[in-house]
Nanobody
Framework: QLQLVESGGGLVQPGGSLRLSCAGS?????????VGWFRQAPGKEREGVSC????????YYADSVKGRFTISRDNTKNTVSLQIDSLKTEDTAVYYC?????????????????????WGQGTQVTVSS
């Protein structure tokens, strides 16, 4: 059964950078799973920010993060990373990684959280001066 763990969050000044990591459980390879990144700020709905298809496939980005966020895989570490550059205060949120299940696990089901079944516990990103 797939388990996901996020790491890399922290407190950063505006304009700074962070690299978030989503690690898959040792018993299951993340290589063929689509993996999405989501965020949720206090009082706001969960927002899909990025997704990468299985086997380093097609990538997706929300308009709010396009050009600043980069999603990538490192299969030797069984991880999917989210490089975040030029951080803004509005990027402050808990960031989650997630993966689909069943026959569609290979493909990104867009950036809607409804298409994802496995979720990590989240990592806090705080952008403040």
């Amino acid at each position: 059964q797939l388990q996901l763990v996020e790491s890399g969050g922290g407190l950063v000044q505006p304009g700074g950078s962070l690299r978030l990591s989503c690690a898959g459980s040792r018993g299951t390879s993340l290589d063929y799973y689509a993996v999405g990144w989501f965020r949720q700020a206090p009082g706001k709905e969960r927002e899909g920010v990025s997704c990468i298809g299985g086997s380093n496939g097609r990538t997706y980005y929300a308009d709010s993060v396009k050009g600043r966020f980069t999603i990538s895989r490192d299969n030797t570490k069984n991880t999917v990373s989210l490089q975040i550059d030029s951080l803004k205060t509005e990027d402050t949120a808990v960031y989650y990684c997630a993966a689909p299940s069943g026959s569609t696990y290979f493909y990104c089901p867009g950036l809607s959280s409804d298409g994802f079944n496995y979720w990590g516990q989240g990592t806090q990103v705080t952008v403040s001066s």
